[in-house]
């Protein structure tokens, strides 16, 4: 009798045991929270990075998901120096704190330079520099605070983590690689300012067999002669338009002057109209109104870039006006209205205030 009553008691012990037992919390140096922490990270960098698709020509397969996770997989991810700043016993919370730090690979690295250094874009030490993110060669590093919270009801803990300054960065990184291969092809010549003027019927012959021998080039000259050809845009966007203005007021007023009018050199945007295809860059190289404010916006946009102003807001009104831009099809009135905000933007940026800062003072 006195057997059967002791089993008993000992199997009552070790139900009540196995109740009170709680799930184990996730410490701020645990293997699975630097793996959550780090895929935070890469799918928000994902997400930020695929939705550019609608900002570029063949932005659909230049940003594929799958392009962007095989460039991501390549960063690691680490954390360094990890402690608890607050461990809150009642709910189960913890407070962390370390060293992230972030490693690309040199590789990656050269073609993000590249491509920056070809879009007039100062270097992403720079950029990550203005993110509060520090960096040596191709390691980044920042002291970045974290909170482990337990979900309870045996539920997984889950992080809360302000990624936003490192998602940045690494959108930066993904979107300059998945461009380099397109700057590429197009003997990294994203605007055209002056070539399209040339494109009468005159010099169609000339023009095609230029184009021709260019194609037999070797590719390290092609990318040479975009390079410097880029470098000389802008001075030469502004002869353009100096011509434009010398010719229209050497022109006598008389009856003559509808017919000398057409001899007049059309205003051109700053990409190549050959290559429009939606709506909105039709209506625009239609436009020679909208043709110059494109051609200012670029211009004001390089030389915010250029500068080194405040790279994070130009981009900000960048990417905006890109967005609103395309928004507005082939309504003429509304892609002037996007134009002018934007130059709006880069002169706030310009003069070391915030984007908008014309609308504030009226």
Same mark, same amino acid.
Not at 135 to 163: L, P
């Given at each position: ?205 000339? %023009?095609?067999?230029?184009? &021709?021998?260019?194609?037999? @080039?070797?590719? $390290?000259?092609?990318?040479?002669? =975009?390079? *410097? ?107 002037? %209205?996007?134009?002018?905000? &934007?130059?709006?933007?880069? @002169?706030?940026? $310009?003069?070391?205030?915030?984007? =908008?800062? *014309?609308?504030?003072?009226?």
């Amino acid at each position: 009798m006195s057997i059967r009553y002791f089993t008993f008691l000992f199997f009552i012990c070790l139900i009540l045991s196995a109740c009170n037992q709680k799930e184990p919390i996730a410490s701020c140096s645990s293997e699975d929270t630097q793996k959550l922490i780090g895929r935070i990270l890469t799918e928000q960098t994902e997400k930020l990075t695929v939705d550019k698709k609608y900002d570029y020509y063949d932005g659909t397969f230049v940003f594929g998901a799958s392009k962007i996770r095989a460039l991501l997989d390549q960063i690691q991810v680490v954390f360094e120096s990890i402690g608890t700043v607050k461990d809150d016993s009642n709910n189960s919370d913890k407070v962390c704190s370390g060293l992230l730090k972030v490693t690309v690979p040199v590789t990656m690295l050269d073609d993000v330079n590249l491509v920056r250094d070809a879009q007039h874009q100062i270097k992403i030490a720079q950029y990550a520099m203005q993110l509060n993110i520090k960096s040596s060669n191709n390691i980044f590093t920042q002291e970045v605070s974290y909170t482990v919270k337990s979900a309870g009801d045996g539920k997984k803990s889950h992080i809360e983590f302000e990624s936003t300054a490192w998602v940045k960065l690494l959108d930066e990184i993904t979107t300059d690689v998945l461009l380099k291969p397109t700057l590429e092809t197009q003997d990294i010549d994203p605007i055209q300012f002056t070539e399209q003027p040339k494109q009468d019927a005159k010099n169609l012959k000339a %023009e095609s067999g230029q184009i &021709s021998l260019e194609t037999n @080039e070797p590719r $390290a000259i092609q990318q040479k002669q =975009g390079l *410097d050809k880029l470098n000389k845009e802008l001075l030469e966007a502004e002869q353009v338009q100096k011509e434009l203005l010398q010719e229209r007021s050497s022109q006598p007023v008389t009856m003559q002057s509808s017919q000398s009018s057409s001899t007049v050199k059309k205003m051109y945007p700053s990409f190549n109209c050959s290559k429009a295809t939606r709506s909105t860059e039709i209506a625009i190289c239609e436009n020679e109104e909208l043709a110059a404010l494109d051609v200012k916006n670029m211009k004001l946009y390089i030389k915010a870039k250029s500068r080194d102003i405040d790279d994070v807001a130009t981009k900000e009104v960048w990417k905006k006006s890109i967005k609103s831009k395309y928004a507005c099809g082939a309504d003429v009135d509304c892609i002037r %209205e996007v134009y002018k905000e &934007s130059i709006s933007g880069y @002169e706030c940026i $310009a003069e070391g205030k915030e984007p =908008g800062c *014309d609308a504030v003072s009226q």
